[in-house]
């Protein structure tokens, strides 16, 4: 039996993030605010690595369960990255513009994520957005939230962008990539409800 969630129709863990992401939101929502004071003799403290994990699907994730990037030293990125650059070009830069630059009538996303969070990035990508008196037009974003093409990818769409975002993917077709899984191709068969 699907489910709708925030949406998405869903069955099973598809997609991954969907079950989590008012969980996640919730507990980003509930974190504390540092301090913003810093002692002007302090040195910064070295950078300490990203930690990911990989999941059955190939998916890397950070400590509070959002999706990210992998990209090795050479500049093999992992599937979800090399998905996401495929989709994104195949339903997002018509109006977001080629990698994620922006057009005339969409914002940058690669700038956008900059500030958007994972969670706010499903929420407009779901159910679409509007502003009104932008510049000599409105702005609509529409809502793919019924559209497989996207909401079967959405996590793939996100870390590309997040990559581009970060600075960490230039405005190339990744060279090398990581192998698809079979558990990302029948997650992906189950979310266009095609035999596996």
């Excluded at 999706?67 to 030293?73: E, Q």
């Excluded at 959405?154 to 975002?165: N, P, Q, T, V």
């Excluded at 990744?174 to 035999?195: H, I, M, V, W």
Aim: glycine share 10%; aromatic share 8%.
């Amino acid at each position: 039996m699907k489910n709708l969630v925030r949406g998405w129709r869903a069955s099973g863990i598809l997609p991954a993030s969907a079950g989590v992401s008012a969980l996640v939101l919730a507990a980003t929502l509930a974190m504390p605010i540092a301090s913003h004071a810093e002692d002007a003799t302090a040195t910064a403290p070295a950078a300490e690595p990203v930690v990911k994990e990989k999941d059955d699907l190939g998916k890397y994730t950070l400590p509070d369960g959002s999706p990210t990037y992998n990209i090795g030293k050479d500049g093999t990125v992992d599937w979800y990255t090399y998905s996401g650059y495929r989709r994104y070009h195949a339903e997002c830069h018509v109006c977001h513009g080629p990698d994620g630059m922006g057009s005339s009538y969409a914002p940058a996303l690669a700038e956008s994520l900059k500030r958007l969070s994972y969670e706010q990035f499903m929420e407009i990508v779901v159910n679409g957005k509007k502003n009104v008196g932008v510049g000599t037009a409105d702005q609509v974003m529409p809502a793919f939230g019924q559209n497989n093409n996207v909401m079967c990818y959405l996590d793939d769409i996100y870390i590309y962008l997040k990559a581009r975002a970060d600075g960490a993917l230039g405005r190339v077709r990744p060279s090398s990539r990581e192998d698809k899984l079979k558990a990302y191709t029948d997650n992906e068969n189950q979310c266009f409800g095609r035999p596996s």
